[in-house]
């Protein structure tokens, strides 16, 4: 059973109306409720399975129970698809056992959605490369778009050294993410043709200056802002919960799947896009629930 979790408020109702700092007055998350939302996604992020033993925190074999559970929460709810926000496997010593993870976990993340999206995370290019990684995933490209019922999704790939060289085979410094010039410059191009509100997926972090964030953030940010069509940034990597306001867009950190041995450790959640443009953020497990 997935345990009762009330919602974050980072906003106020007042009057039937939710209010959100600097701006007018839009229809509550319990009115637009009552004709259903626009759009449901799931949301997962560092799963890092792998075939082996616990190390500290890290349950890796526990994933693929963790993963099921995820996928009976989400047939229920039938969202729209399913993203998964980077370490979706964890590292190995050859690409053989690592091609063996990611055929694994992939069979299991087959039967929860028919359609599905994967950001790369730097676990994912440990030891494969990029053509790997989506080889198996059955996915094109790393860094693309695409829109469902008027809404723009973004998906980013920061696997990059700050020379530009991308992520493969043990080849980089886990601390070193990076989106390169021409990924950012197709961003800007990509939000300025966007017609409707913008969603981002991404797997290090855009929103703080640490080691799970991307060295080039404040310029994505920059992007991100000067658009004016950003609602959201969901992201992963620091496996933890958490939510960053910047510049008119909540950035929000997912709770790692792989963290913890148990269900009752899980982490997934299930986001509501709503037509007045209000987002619901409803948690399975140990997700912080979040509303705006």
Same mark, same amino acid.
């Given at each position: ?92 010593? &050859? ?31 440990? @030891? ?29 790939? &920061? ?38 509100? #913008? ?13 799970? @964030? #991307? ?15 950003? &609602? ?20 929000? @950190?997912?709770?790692?799947? #792989?963290?913890? @041995? ?6 997934? &959640?299930?986001?509501? #896009? ?19």
């Amino acid at each position: 059973m997935i345990p009762p979790s009330e919602p974050n408020r980072r906003t106020f109702l007042h009057k039937g109306c939710l209010w959100l700092a600097g701006s007018a007055c839009i229809p509550s998350l319990a009115r637009a409720a009552e004709t259903g939302p626009l759009l449901r996604i799931g949301l997962v992020t560092d799963l890092h399975y792998a075939d082996k033993d616990p190390k500290g925190t890290r349950h890796y074999r526990e994933t693929l129970a963790k993963l099921e559970e995820a996928g009976e929460f989400f047939r229920r709810h039938q969202p729209a698809f399913v993203a998964e926000l980077g370490d979706f496997i964890d590292a190995a010593d &050859s690409v053989e056992t690592e091609l063996g993870y990611l055929k694994r976990i992939q069979a299991s993340f087959e039967k929860i959605a028919r359609e599905r999206h994967h950001v790369l995370g730097n676990h994912c290019v440990d @030891t494969l490369t990029k053509e790997e990684f989506l080889g198996g995933v059955g996915q094109e490209r790393s860094w693309y778009s695409f829109d469902r019922e008027g809404v723009h999704f973004v998906v980013l790939d &920061s696997c990059f050294r700050s020379d530009g060289t991308p992520y493969q085979r043990k080849n980089f410094d886990w601390k070193d993410a990076n989106l390169p010039a021409d990924e950012l410059e197709w961003l800007r191009g990509d939000l300025a043709d966007a017609t409707g509100p #913008v969603i981002v997926f991404a797997h290090q972090r855009l929103d703080r200056d640490d080691v799970h @964030t #991307v060295r080039n953030a404040p310029a994505a940010r920059g992007i991100l802002e000067q658009s004016g069509k950003v &609602s959201a940034v969901f992201q992963g990597h620091s496996h933890q919960n958490d939510l960053v306001d910047l510049g008119g867009i909540h950035y929000v @950190t997912l709770r790692a799947m #792989v963290e913890g @041995t148990g269900l009752e450790n899980n982490g997934y &959640s299930l986001l509501e #896009v709503h037509k007045d443009g209000s987002l619901k953020l409803l948690p399975g497990r140990l997700q912080q629930a979040y509303e705006w």
